[in-house]
C-alpha cells in the first residue's frame, strides 16, 4: 500500500506538532516534511512528490 506523502505548512510550533502526530496517527500517510515559511514551502513543493498539504489559512 502506497502511503499519502504529507506536507505539513504551519508556522506556529504547538500546532505544528500537534499536526506531526496525527499525522504519525495514521497508517495510511507518510510526513514528508513540515515548514514553517512560504518560501520553504514553496521549495519543497517543487522538488517533492507531495499527494496531501496541511497548511495554515
Known amino acids: 500500500m502506497n502511503k499519502i ?3 505539513i505548512i504551519e508556522d506556529e510550533p504547538a500546532i505544528s506538532k ?3 502526530w496525527l499525522v504519525s496517527q495514521q497508517e495510511s500517510l507518510k ?3 513540515k515548514t514553517g515559511s512560504v ?3 514553496l521549495q519543497i ?3 517533492t512528490e507531495l ?3 496541511l ?3
Open 5 to 7: 506523502r504529507t506536507l
Open 18 to 20: 500537534e499536526l506531526q
Open 31 to 33: 510526513l514528508a516534511a
Open 39 to 41: 518560501a520553504e514551502s
Open 45 to 47: 513543493i517543487k522538488n
Open 51 to 53: 499527494d496531501l498539504i
Open 55 to 57: 497548511m495554515d489559512i
